[in-house]
């Protein structure tokens, strides 16, 4: 191989790494979520086309702040996939980051975030935090830049074209050895706005943390979870998203449809792989291939995906 | 004068680890009995017994960060970058436990005699 192609091949694979970890579109599709990848998204428009305007897109774990060698540069990743969002032929009407928007819940890395975020055409966005935002005790550098909708809750809803959107806070009270919290003040907020809606109307659920179990050693779940599900299960269309764990996990269950994205800042290993989850350092072309190889079975072939695939669980 | 130094760090830990019970194992190095080290997303070690007066240095060897919060909110890191540390006084006699609200699945205890 020579240098040219050598060259060659290694822009691509970091193109398809910066898709790879370029978050997850979700399309509304006769009241059905499809998760399609930003790279089809963008390299295909006639396929994204198809699949109708997006209703929303998904970013998780963008990380600011974050310097280590997983990636040097998280803001250079962000700046790629807020591109490529910008680049789809027709924009969605909304944002929503399921938190980890910085790493060290700094001002700096706040406002720097921030000052990213300002390059998305889209310019509604909703957030949730994630436990890497709430590092000090009240939440007060998140709470004042993205407080606003929940009234420094970190819980709320808003509705948009039918669909009713419930973001919800999972990474304070922490129980020590034990998994994310919601809490019965939030669990029964979320009774009452749930209270008197049709079961017709599609839910998308929203928090940092896996609102399911994936693997309770390295705490990727939700302790009260279950008093949440048995709220949404009579709903005809819920979807749930999280992030925090840095890549696609998802399963179906009935009416409802788990989703866990990827980052637009460093992988993870996969669950129970090494000693905990920290940044995942390998080599740029295998960490390129790695991820490659996620986004083809994953994402590339949505209409293939039966779902039942929770190897994880 | 450097062998006889460990030596008796060697003897007084041996003698410290003595009293703590059969949870702790001893390292091949000589610790600092007064430093926790967090690495591979475990506290290290899990349990330190030290004297009323002393400050407990806990310093962060992971990639990842992580903090350290009291069980009863007596202290509390911000979030430890790799190599920070974060230490705390403790002049109460008394067992307290900590855990580091990131990743909740990690704690410790510091037994103050």
């Known amino acids: 191989m020579s240098d040219d192609q050598s060259l060659v091949s290694r822009r691509n694979a970091l193109k398809c790494m910066a898709y790879g970890g370029a978050g997850t579109l979700f399309a509304l599709s006769g009241g059905v979520f499809t998760p399609i990848d930003l790279a089809m998204a963008a390299g295909d428009k006639q396929g994204a086309a198809k699949l109708g305007k997006p209703l929303f897109v998904q970013i998780s774990d963008t990380h600011i702040g974050f310097n280590k060698e997983a990636n040097p540069d998280v803001n250079g990743t962000l700046t790629q996939t807020i591109d490529i969002v910008n680049g789809m032929s027709a924009q969605p009407a909304l944002i929503i980051h399921t938190g980890d928007i910085t790493h060290l819940s700094k001002p700096a890395e706040f406002d720097l975030a921030q000052q990213l975020f300002t390059r998305l055409r889209t310019t509604e966005m909703h957030t949730v935090p994630g436990e890497h935002d709430s590092t000090d005790a009240t939440v007060t550098e998140y709470f004042n830049r993205f407080g606003k909708a929940s009234n420094n809750k970190g819980y709320y809803s808003f509705d948009h074209e039918g669909v009713h959107f419930v973001g919800l806070i999972n990474v304070l009270q922490f129980k020590p050895g034990g998994l994310g919290t919601l809490g019965e003040e939030q669990l029964a907020w979320v009774a009452a706005d749930l209270k008197g809606r049709s079961a017709s109307t599609p839910i998308v659920v929203f928090a940092h943390m896996p609102l399911w179990s994936i693997y309770e050693p390295w705490g990727w779940g939700t302790g009260d979870a279950d008093q949440l599900m048995s709220q949404l299960r009579r709903f005809g269309s819920v979807t749930v998203l999280n992030g925090h764990i840095h890549q696609i996990v998802q399963k179906v269950e009935g009416n409802m449809t788990f989703h866990t994205a990827r980052s637009t800042s460093y992988p993870q290993p996969v669950a129970g792989v090494g000693s905990g989850p920290g940044p995942l350092k390998v080599p740029a072309d295998q960490l390129a291939s790695m991820l490659g190889i996620t986004s083809v079975s994953v994402v590339k072939h949505p209409s293939a995906l039966t779902l039942n695939d929770t190897a994880l669980a | ?113």
């Open chain 2, 1 to 113: 004068m450097i062998k006889l130094t460990r030596l008796w760090l060697a003897a007084l830990s041996i003698v410290m680890l003595g009293g703590l019970g059969a949870s702790i194992s001893l390292a091949a190095e000589t610790p600092d009995p007064t430093k926790i080290v967090v690495k591979d997303f475990m506290f290290m070690p899990t349990s330190l017994t030290v004297k009323a007066g002393s400050t407990v240095t806990w310093v962060n060897m992971d990639e990842e960060p992580h903090t350290v919060v009291s069980n009863t909110q007596m202290f509390r890191s911000g979030a430890l970058d790799t190599k920070e540390t974060f230490s705390f006084k403790f002049n109460e006699p008394g067992t307290y436990h900590f855990t580091c609200s990131i990743h909740p699945r990690m704690v410790g205890t510091i037994v103050v005699q």
